[in-house]
């Protein structure tokens, strides 16, 4: 009864393979995202999107491409894996109708790139 | 260009003292203030927010102030227990439908039994 899962919760991988991390929200939110918290611990969205279309995109590589099959499912790949890409993953949820809106997020996905 | 600092990386205090965790933020476009509390190895998870056009908000023993002149917010608990210690980060959002949120750096809680 996970209000936002994500999945795998830790991820070693060695440089130049393609990876996927999945998420899912129960809580039928219409806005998911994707967060990444590097080694300096900051918190920067990457990516959201809006009932499945994508609406912030900020500055990330196009190696990594988020796909939404569903206003429940937001998944990132990432191709071609680099050493700078480990850090912490972190999907989460809102509901944005009607403006400000609290963010749910899921356990996070500790990437490693070896 | 970090649009939300928090310039204390970490705060100790004793039981039942008050924490006072502050935040500020450089974006006049910001109206929408959350506090988030993060645990090792989990997800952060939501606390407490305010809109610009309050000063002040209370759950419990969670109260958040806003001074939108200083662009200052600041979170105090009272009283402080053992199970706040934790790593707190403030986050501001502009009204809008994309939710965005920019998130400081976080300070670290230490509540002494």
């Known amino acids: 009864d996970t209000a936002v899962s994500q999945t795998p919760k830790y991820l070693v991988t060695q440089m130049g393979n393609d990876k996927s991390i999945k998420c899912e929200q129960n809580?039928?939110?219409?806005?998911m995202y994707w967060y990444k918290q590097d080694s300096k611990k900051f918190l920067k969205i990457m990516f959201s999107?809006?009932?499945?279309?994508?609406?912030i995109n900020e500055t990330v590589p196009n190696r990594f491409s988020p796909k939404s099959p569903d206003k429940a499912h937001l998944n990132l790949h990432i191709n071609s894996l680099e050493l700078g890409d480990s850090a912490v993953y972190f999907c989460?949820?809102?509901?944005?109708?009607?403006?400000?809106?609290?963010?749910?997020f899921g356990q996070g996905t500790r990437l490693t790139v070896v | 260009d970090q649009q939300v600092k928090q310039n204390s990386p970490s705060l100790s205090v004793q039981e039942g003292r008050i924490s006072i965790l502050n935040c500020d933020y450089t974006?006049?476009?910001?109206?929408?203030f959350l506090w988030y509390k993060k645990y090792p190895a989990e997800g952060p998870t939501f606390l407490i927010s305010?809109?610009?056009?309050?000063d002040k908000n209370e759950d419990g023993r969670f109260t958040v102030f806003l001074n939108k002149s200083a662009k200052h917010l600041s979170l105090h608990i009272v009283p402080s227990q053992p199970g706040d210690s934790a790593v707190y980060f403030c986050a501001a959002s502009e009204s809008s439908n994309t939710g965005k949120l920019i998130f400081g750096q976080g300070t670290t809680l230490q509540v002494k039994p």
């Open positions: 974006n006049s476009m910001f109206d929408y």
């Open positions: 999107y809006n009932n499945k279309e994508l609406i």
């Open positions: 809580l039928g939110h219409d806005t």
């Open positions: 305010i809109s610009s056009i309050k």
């Open positions: 989460a949820s809102s509901r944005t109708e009607g403006g400000w809106a609290e963010a749910f």
